[in-house]
């Protein structure tokens, strides 16, 4: 029943930075990965960039180099530092968290609602 919220998108120059930000409304030290993926009009969903439980990190070539995927789990909140942006980072950038559920014995997997990066000049 945790919910995500995401916040920090906006409109912003090629060349210039944002930092997203994804909090929960609990503890996020239980999640065993929680990721950012982006949505752009016409293109299927693509992940971003992900981070364990344990701090292990993966990013998509797209973006390797240029975002920066971080958690703080004493703000219970999952970031993702956006530098060097390109036009065509230009999409609806959404956060997800999986933890696993023992009572169904199946993974958990939330949502938040997304937030809107718009790079352009």
């Known amino acids: 029943q945790v919910h995500l919220v995401e916040s920090g998108g906006g409109l912003v120059q090629p060349g210039g930075s944002l930092r997203l930000s994804c909090t929960a409304s609990g503890s996020i030290a239980s999640f065993e990965n929680m990721a950012w993926y982006r949505q752009a009009p016409d293109v299927d969903r693509q992940i971003v960039a992900s981070?364990?439980?344990?701090?292990?990190?993966e990013y998509a070539d797209f973006v390797q180099g240029r975002f920066t995927i971080s958690r703080d789990n004493g703000k219970n909140t999952l970031y993702l530092q956006m530098d060097q942006l390109k036009p065509e980072d230009t999409a609806v950038y959404s956060c997800?968290?999986?933890?696993?559920?023992?009572?169904?014995?199946?993974?958990?997997?939330?949502w938040g609602q997304g937030t809107q990066v718009t790079v352009s000049s």
């Open positions: 981070i364990s439980q344990a701090g292990a990190t």
């Open positions: 997800n968290a999986v933890k696993w559920n023992p009572q169904r014995r199946r993974p958990q997997i939330t």
